[in-house]
């Protein structure tokens, strides 16, 4: 089987099924982490990490960078990793493919990331938010299979595997797969720099045009029941009534742009989007 590393932007939809969502505390940096949630210490060594596992619902984290944090967790959620140092993380996809004919079968896009300066194409994803939402197979510490264990392949004749990495573990495996160690270095010779991100709360919604505003009342109105909803039954019902008033903005909607500037389009559908990507959030961090 030949093993190619092609820009293939594909999600992973891995959905839970419980209240409980589960959760990996990562700690990337050289120093211990000490971290509480809900007043219960759980320290994480450095360059580890350690599971937990916490209800639908309010919670409270502290560290001694980010204080006192408030935040919810969604029933049903992906889980993911909670990252307290706010580090990069990146997810990168590969293809593994039973020959070079199959390749057709799979789409290719991605405009890749940067690190410290540096420009990496490719299928590739860039994070650093306290909570970061599984879209992967592999773990942090858990290595792409080798081509020959890939078990599996359907009738594409290939599958696509999807890995988080720190950063500084993406730089090696990128230069890995180039066959040019310290190529980075060449390009960054201060070599790889942690930025230092804010904590950023689950964000407003951005105002829009007055012919769009019109219809946007029950989908506003949602959003912010959405950061108040500290139970798994009442966030179910949320994401039930949210289809309906969604389909509804939308049908009301959906003719008005063509008379509007481009600026209260981009307006729209950033509205669009950062509703719909925040209201999938396994958890996210209070106002």
């Given at each position: 089987?030949?093993?190619?590393?092609?820009?293939?932007?594909?999600?992973?939809?891995?959905?839970?099924?419980?209240?409980?969502?589960?959760?990996?505390?990562?700690?990337?940096?050289?120093?211990?982490?000490?971290?509480?949630?809900?007043?219960?210490?759980?320290?994480?060594?450095?360059?580890?990490?350690?599971?937990?596992?916490?209800?639908?619902?309010?919670?409270?984290?502290?560290?001694?960078?980010?204080?006192?944090?408030?935040?919810?967790?969604?029933?049903?959620?992906?889980?993911?990793?909670?990252?307290?140092?706010?580090?990069?993380?990146?997810?990168?996809r590969?293809?593994?493919?039973?020959?070079?004919?199959?390749?057709?079968?799979?789409?290719?896009?991605?405009?890749?990331?940067?690190?410290?300066?540096?420009?990496?194409?490719?299928?590739?994803?860039k994070?650093?938010?306290?909570?970061?939402?599984?879209t992967?197979?592999?773990?942090?510490?858990?290595?792409?299979?080798?081509?020959?264990?890939?078990?599996?392949?359907?009738?594409?004749?290939?599958?696509?595997?999807?890995?988080?990495?720190?950063?500084?573990?993406?730089?090696?495996?990128?230069?890995?797969?180039?066959?040019?160690?310290?190529?980075?270095?060449?390009?960054?010779?201060?070599?790889?720099?942690?930025?230092?991100?804010?904590l950023?709360?689950?964000?407003?919604?951005?105002?829009?045009?007055?012919?769009?505003?019109?219809?946007a009342?029950?989908?506003?109105?949602?959003?912010?029941?959405?950061?108040?909803?500290?139970?798994?039954?009442?966030?179910?019902?949320?994401?039930?009534?949210?289809?309906?008033?969604?389909?509804?903005?939308?049908?009301?909607?959906?003719?008005?742009?063509?008379?509007?500037?481009v600026?209260?389009?981009?307006?729209?559908?950033?509205?669009?989007?950062?509703?719909?990507?925040?209201m999938?959030?396994?958890?996210?961090?209070?106002?």
């Amino acid at each position: 089987m030949k093993n190619l590393l092609l820009p293939m932007m594909a999600a992973l939809a891995l959905a839970g099924c419980s209240s409980k969502v589960d959760f990996e505390i990562d700690n990337p940096t050289d120093a211990p982490l000490a971290i509480s949630i809900d007043g219960k210490d759980l320290p994480v060594a450095a360059h580890a990490s350690r599971p937990i596992s916490l209800a639908a619902g309010e919670h409270q984290l502290h560290t001694d960078r980010l204080g006192e944090v408030r935040f919810i967790v969604y029933a049903d959620g992906r889980g993911g990793l909670i990252n307290p140092s706010l580090s990069e993380y990146v997810t990168a996809r590969e293809i593994y493919v039973t020959g070079e004919d199959k390749l057709k079968n799979f789409g290719v896009s991605g405009l890749g990331i940067e690190l410290g300066g540096v420009e990496f194409k490719g299928p590739f994803e860039k994070h650093h938010g306290l909570f970061i939402d599984k879209t992967w197979n592999f773990g942090v510490r858990e290595p792409f299979p080798d081509e020959q264990v890939v078990a599996h392949v359907d009738s594409t004749g290939g599958r696509i595997s999807t890995k988080i990495f720190t950063a500084p573990d993406f730089i090696a495996y990128v230069e890995a797969g180039m066959g040019e160690p310290g190529a980075y270095k060449r390009e960054q010779p201060a070599g790889y720099v942690a930025p230092a991100y804010t904590l950023q709360p689950a964000p407003a919604l951005p105002a829009l045009d007055p012919a769009f505003e019109a219809h946007a009342g029950p989908v506003r109105d949602i959003y912010a029941r959405w950061l108040k909803a500290t139970t798994a039954s009442e966030q179910k019902a949320l994401r039930k009534e949210d289809f309906q008033a969604q389909m509804a903005f939308t049908h009301a909607t959906m003719t008005l742009g063509a008379k509007l500037p481009v600026a209260a389009n981009q307006a729209y559908n950033d509205f669009v989007t950062i509703r719909s990507t925040e209201m999938a959030r396994s958890a996210l961090v209070l106002p």
